[in-house]
């Protein structure tokens, strides 16, 4: 099958049809893709209505990763103070 990047908006409009009652095949051979494709993003996206949600997700992940990184470089700083501190002159 041709590789296809899928927006989110297109993946839980589909999503969307599955929870409505067509199958996973059939949506597979509708869109062109493999049907198993669909239960990943049903694991992915579960929960997301809509596409201000999945938005919202998106800058919390990225928020998250930011103080994950500073939270980082603060332990970093602190240890080698530590080591510093440790030493006798």
Known sequence: MKNKKW??????????????????????????????TLYEWKKRYSGVEDTRE????????????QLKKMYAEVSMERDALKDVLSKKW
Do not use: C, D, P, V
Request: no cysteine.
């Open 7 to 36: 927006s989110e908006s297109e993946i839980l409009k589909i999503l969307k049809a599955y929870e409505n009652g067509t199958s996973a095949k059939e949506l597979g051979r509708q869109y062109g893709f493999y049907h198993q």
């Open 54 to 65: 999945l938005m919202r997700l998106r800058e919390l992940e990225k928020e998250n990763r």
